[in-house]
């Protein structure tokens, strides 16, 4: 599968885009540790989709585990807290 995103801001919000490359979850690269991000765009209240994700995830793999479930203004909120909290002082 092949697709194309827009610009990523993986080093920081404030940081100018880079390239990125996405390669497919079992394609691991050397051999080490393997993350993965879903992100979800939907219409409802996203504490309201949470069981649907894990229920659907823990269908894929039951041993994956599912950790730091947030919604995209939680993440944008920390990206912009420690630059600020850094420039205070």
């Given at each position: 599968?092949?697709?194309?995103?827009?610009?990523?801001?993986?080093?920081?919000?404030?940081?100018?885009?880079?390239?990125?490359?996405?390669?497919?979850?079992?394609?691991?690269?050397?051999?080490?540790?393997?993350?993965?991000?879903?992100?979800?765009?939907?219409?409802?209240?996203?504490?309201?989709?949470?069981?649907?994700?894990?229920?659907?995830i823990?269908?894929?793999?039951?041993?994956?585990?599912?950790?730091?479930?947030?919604?995209?203004?939680?993440?944008?909120?920390s990206?912009?807290?420690?630059?600020?909290?850094?420039r205070?002082?």
């Amino acid at each position: 599968m092949v697709g194309v995103v827009g610009d990523v801001k993986n080093a920081g919000i404030d940081k100018p885009t880079g390239t990125e490359i996405f390669l497919p979850y079992l394609q691991s690269v050397g051999g080490g540790l393997r993350t993965a991000s879903i992100i979800i765009k939907g219409t409802q209240n996203p504490s309201r989709l949470m069981p649907a994700v894990r229920s659907e995830i823990n269908a894929v793999d039951p041993s994956l585990p599912i950790a730091s479930i947030r919604t995209m203004d939680e993440v944008l909120q920390s990206a912009r807290s420690r630059p600020r909290f850094l420039r205070c002082c």
